[in-house]
């Protein structure tokens, strides 16, 4: 019911505009009550991202999955391609939701929002490949590494949809990262 209702959001949101969809349109596209909406989204933003809701879970396992002795930036820029392959499955549809949201204030919190939470889930595996306590809020190194990745997906993002005729996302994304590390 989730991804009917995620899925029934993407498509309203862009045929008519964000600001545009109200809940009761999401509603009646998903012939669903407004009570079915409420019992599983909070709020129409987290029905817009529900269809990405456990992409940090699944970020993290890529990540937990590199190599134990990969330095961390490395193993961060190829625990992304999880990502990278989902954006890019779904090329033109996705880069007009990407665009939307980046565009869009509400929406651009709401996806910082969302790489908060994935900083959480990434941050013990990041400092185990630094050799640093993860508990220890004094060593700035695994938050560094993990904001400065996900500032390179935001910077990719934005570039992958501001032009009409993109370059695939992963080479977008390797431009943003190599430009604190060879890329990998």
């Known amino acids: 019911m989730r991804a009917e209702v995620a899925a029934a959001v993407q498509n309203l949101v862009l045929e008519r505009g964000y600001e545009e969809t109200t809940v009761e349109d999401i509603c009646a596209a998903a012939e669903i009550s407004r009570s079915t909406?409420?019992?599983?989204f909070p709020s129409k933003e987290d029905a817009l991202f529900g269809a990405?809701?456990?992409?940090?879970?699944?970020l993290r396992a890529a990540l937990t999955a590199r190599p134990p002795d990969e330095p961390p930036w490395v193993a961060m820029r190829r625990a992304l391609d999880v990502l990278i392959e989902q954006y890019e499955a779904h090329?033109?549809?996705i880069r007009r939701l990407t665009r939307l949201i980046v565009n869009t204030p509400a929406l651009a919190a709401r996806h910082r929002?969302?790489?908060a939470r994935w900083h959480a889930l990434l941050r013990p595996e990041v400092a185990r490949r630094l050799e640093a306590d993860p508990a220890d809020g004094s060593d700035p190194r695994a938050d560094a590494v993990i904001g400065a990745?996900?500032?390179?997906?935001?910077?990719?993002?934005t570039a992958w949809?501001?032009?009409?005729q993109?370059?695939?996302?992963?080479?977008?994304?390797?431009r943003a990262m190599g430009a604190f590390a060879p890329p990998a």
């Open 52 to 58: 990405v809701a456990d992409a940090g879970e699944r």
């Open 113 to 115: 929002e969302k790489n």
């Open 37 to 40: 909406f409420f019992r599983y």
């Open 161 to 164: 949809t501001s032009n009409d």
């Open 166 to 174: 993109p370059q695939p996302l992963a080479t977008i994304l390797d």
């Open 91 to 93: 090329d033109e549809r």
């Open 149 to 157: 990745a996900l500032a390179c997906v935001e910077a990719a993002l």
